[in-house]
């Protein structure tokens, strides 16, 4: 998910070019009072995460829709092949007793 740049092409849109400008759309349009440091890292970093209720104030404030905002990767993820645990039993050692070693809730 990129939202960085995204966010300061839809605020370019509307004319809003400082996260000082940003931060008072912010606040008269959505309610929404941000630190400067929080509205400048929506302006420059790549969050992993949004809340949702900083999303409905960005695109309130610049009125837009998420679409707006994000560019998101869809590409599948390819995951290595599962590698199989070693078989201590094979090789000499002891093989737990199934269902030995793990905590079970109380019956």
Partial sequence: MRIGWKLRMAAAQR????????????????????????????LTKEPNQIKLSTLLALCTALECTPNDLFDIDTT???????TTPLNTAAVGGSAPAPGRGRSMPPL
């Fill in 76 to 82: 599948a993820v390819v995951r290595p092949a599962a």
């Fill in 15 to 42: 004319e809003v070019w400082t996260g000082a400008q940003l931060r008072r759309l912010l606040a008269e349009r959505a309610g929404l009072e941000l630190s400067s440091a929080s509205v400048s890292a929506l």
